[in-house]
């Protein structure tokens, strides 16, 4: 039997030890404050993030020492945001994740050097391929809390394996499905959360759903010409880029209220400085820094993807985002 870790215990982590505990696992979660892990412990619910969640504490090993946690685990699911992993685990022993399988539902691009979770890991952990897992949506934290029906998809090398870790994490309200693509819908995450940012802007801005929804399809073709030139793939006929990784993923992320990103966006598009816009959100949205990684990253592909560099340049450019929006309007199709 698997023995499952969490590291984090922001909202999606939350959710996460939620839905594992509700399917029976017992697991081992780090939680960096020792007041959290006091509050779980007394409350069971997290003082600051899904507060409705409640949790069978009897399921919880709860410890801020990441080291033990990781030593306890033989799956780990990170979720970690990706603009702090390096903080994080630059501590940690080289050998920390040896025969470790690594889950990730890190939804966005490290910032130092553009890499992805797994390049990260295999650089300064020597962690293969082979022993990472992603896990995506389409689901939003808030929802799973609220026990509402959710789709988990998790991909891997090795589909046995990838169908075992999925399987754990089943219960009468949450669905899993397993797919081979572990770069594209990594690819996939990142660029959704730039197209959702960018959908928040264009509320905020008041345009209406028939503009929304031919910007979502055009970002829809963008996000595939993107993540087929990234992944360097002779040939992707086998993925289904309509599936719920993929296009689900981007459509619940640019309309749904519980989407940072679209939220972040929308204080933009009224008019709030990007700056001021995170203060107040309050919470990280993957989107800000996966524009510009992806604005880097495609300085050496040339990838036509417009519309994500103009929320690149609203975001960093200091374009205004009326501006930005009288061009994308023009390109729409």
């Known amino acids: 039997m698997m023995q499952f870790g969490i590291l984090g215990s922001g909202s999606w ?19 960096r404050n020792d007041d959290t892990i006091s509050h779980l412990e007394k409350r069971r619910h997290n003082p600051h993030y899904l507060t409705n969640a409640y949790f069978n504490t009897g399921k ?20 970690i945001p990706s603009v702090y992993i390096n903080q994080v685990l630059s501590s940690l022993n ?7 399988k690594i889950v990730s539902a890190v939804k966005g691009i490290l910032p130092e050097k553009n890499q992805l979770f797994h390049e990260y890991l295999n650089e300064n952990f020597n962690v293969p391929l082979e022993n990472y897992f ?30 075992q870790i999925a399987e754990a994490f089943k219960t009468e309200f949450i669905l899993t499905s397993v797919n081979p693509d572990i770069i594209g819908v990594q690819y996939a995450a990142i660029m959704k959360n730039i197209y959702a940012l960018g959908a928040g802007i264009a509320h905020g801005l008041d345009y209406g759903d028939n503009f929304l929804s031919v910007y979502i399809a055009n970002a829809a073709n963008e996000m595939v010409r993107f993540v087929r030139e990234v992944k360097h793939e002779a040939s992707d006929a086998h993925i289904n880029y309509a599936a719920s990784v993929y296009l689900g993923d981007l459509l619940v992320t640019c309309y749904s209220l519980y989407s940072r990103n679209r939220t972040l966006g929308n204080m933009i598009g009224k008019g709030y400085s990007v700056k001021v816009a995170q203060l107040e959100l309050g919470m990280v949205a ?6 510009k990684c992806v604005h ?33 309007e023009k390109m729409l199709v």
């Not at 993957?286 to 524009?291: F, H, I, L, P, V």
């Open 13 to 31: 982590a939350t959710a996460l030890a939620k839905i594992l505990t509700d399917a029976g696992k017992n697991i081992y979660w780090w939680v």
């Open 94 to 100: 080289k050998d920390a994740f040896n025969n470790k």
């Open 296 to 328: 880097n990253t495609n300085q050496q592909l040339k990838v036509a993807i417009p519309i994500a560099d103009i929320i690149y340049k609203i975001l960093w450019e200091q374009l205004l985002p009326a501006d930005g929006f009288t061009a994308i």
């Open 134 to 163: 992603t896990l995506l949506g389409p689901s939003h934290a808030e929802e799973v809390a609220a026990e509402k029906l959710s789709y988990l998809t998790f991909s891997g090398l090795d589909i046995s394996v990838t169908k």
């Open 60 to 79: 919880l090993q709860l410890n801020s020492n990441i080291n033990f946690v990781i030593e306890q685990s033989d799956v780990l699911v990170a979720v």
């Open 286 to 291: 993957e989107g800000y820094n996966a524009s």
